[in-house]
């Protein structure tokens, strides 16, 4: 009746366990992770290119693409976000050219290029959310900076 192991029954608990998370998450959660997710694919890339892994090459800068177009550029909301979201969109425009071109033609610079273009975005990106420190908690030398000011 039932088997040990099913792939397509892990695929749709996967799948399920994906959407669910996606609803329990919030925004700033979700971009953080389409971030990463879009340098881990980068990096999976590279790695592939090395080892001459072809079609993994290929999937995992197909997967950094769609989640840079179909992930951030379209979530990006060009009316309120004003110049912001205007040069996001632009980086993200930028780095899915590059991508595609560093598939065609098998470039590890290229590759690289995108992955040290993105890291800085995810790193400000998840900075936004971390509190900031009260003069208590501050080293001591900006706790004297402080209160000399």
Not at 4 to 26: G, K
């Amino acid at each position: 009746m039932f088997s040990a192991h099913s792939p397509r029954a892990a695929n749709a608990y996967q799948r399920i366990n994906v959407e669910t998370s996606m609803h329990t998450i919030d925004q700033h959660q979700l971009v953080s992770l389409l971030l990463q997710g879009a340098i881990s694919a980068i990096a999976t890339a590279r790695g592939a290119l090395a080892r001459g892994d072809v079609l993994l090459k290929c999937n995992s800068v197909t997967k950094a693409i769609r989640i840079l177009d179909e992930g951030l550029n379209t979530a990006l909301d060009r009316e309120e976000g004003g110049e912001l979201a205007v040069n996001l969109g632009t980086l993200y425009d930028y780095c899915i050219r590059r991508l595609t071109l560093a598939n065609a033609r098998n470039d590890d610079a290229m590759l690289l290029e995108v992955q040290r273009l993105i890291e800085p975005v995810a790193q400000g990106w998840n900075e936004i959310r971390r509190p900031v420190a009260s003069v208590d908690e501050a080293p001591d030398s900006a706790r004297a900076a402080l209160q000399e000011a």
